[in-house]
Every structure is written in structure tokens, then in C-alpha cells.
């Protein structure tokens, strides 16, 4: 079955940095356009980051745009999310998820996989 599994939380201070992982299995990782998502705690699910199938675009909401970076590797089946100069507000349970389109990654909804979350915590 598909299995999405992120790694790479944990506590830290503001103006560290993170390095988030998810390993992809049971699916064909280069036919899946790849997110982020977040939730913080009483709040909803939020858009973070996307990259296309191939990894030739990438999509940020604009409070992680010049310091979150997300990137693929197709042969490893893996997608990352690169974060630095973290925030007490980036605070979150941090999920990837896979999508079968190019199209319409800010809307998770649309996502079809979901990885079990990884905890960030940013103290100030």
C-alpha cells in the first residue's frame, strides 16, 4: 500500500533551521506532484510548499517565501522541505502529501496520499 512517511522535526530555536523529509512508497513517486501542509493547534490545515511531478516548479505561501525550500529526489522517492530562519509561528504538525496532477497543489483537499505528520516546534 502507500505509505508516506516525513522525518525531521523536532525543537528548536528561532533563526535555526530544519531539514523535513518524506520517503514515498507504493506508488510511482515521479507521477505524483508533491506538498507541505501544516497545522498548528486549533487551527486548520494550511498550504506550505509544492513541487510538480518533475520538480521544474515550486509553490510557497507567501510567509515561508525566501526561507523554505522545498526539492525532490525522483530516484529516492523522497521530497524535502528545506526550512530556515524558523519562526515561534511556524509552530505545526508538518504533513506531505501526494497528488496525481500538476494542477491546483495549493488545495489540500485535492491531495490524494497523506504522511502520518512530524512535529516542528519553534521556541522564541
Known amino acids: 500500500q502507500v505509505q508516506l512517511v516525513e522525518s525531521g522535526g523536532g525543537v528548536v530555536q528561532a533563526g535555526d533551521s530544519l531539514r523535513l523529509s518524506c520517503t514515498a512508497s507504493?506508488?510511482?513517486?515521479?507521477?505524483?506532484?508533491m506538498g507541505w501542509f501544516r497545522q498548528a493547534p486549533g487551527k486548520e490545515r494550511e498550504f506550505v510548499a509544492a513541487i510538480t511531478r518533475s520538480g521544474g516548479s515550486t509553490y510557497y505561501t507567501d510567509s515561508v517565501k525566501g526561507r523554505f525550500t522545498i526539492s525532490r529526489d525522483n530516484a529516492k522517492n523522497t521530497v524535502y522541505l528545506q526550512m530556515n530562519s524558523l519562526k515561534p509561528e511556524d509552530t505545526a504538525d508538518y504533513y506531505c502529501a501526494s497528488r496525481g496532477s500538476d494542477s491546483l497543489l495549493l488545495v489540500h483537499t485535492l491531495y490524494r496520499y497523506w504522511g502520518q505528520g512530524t512535529q516542528v516546534t519553534v521556541s522564541s
Open positions: 507504493g506508488l510511482t513517486f515521479s507521477t505524483y506532484a
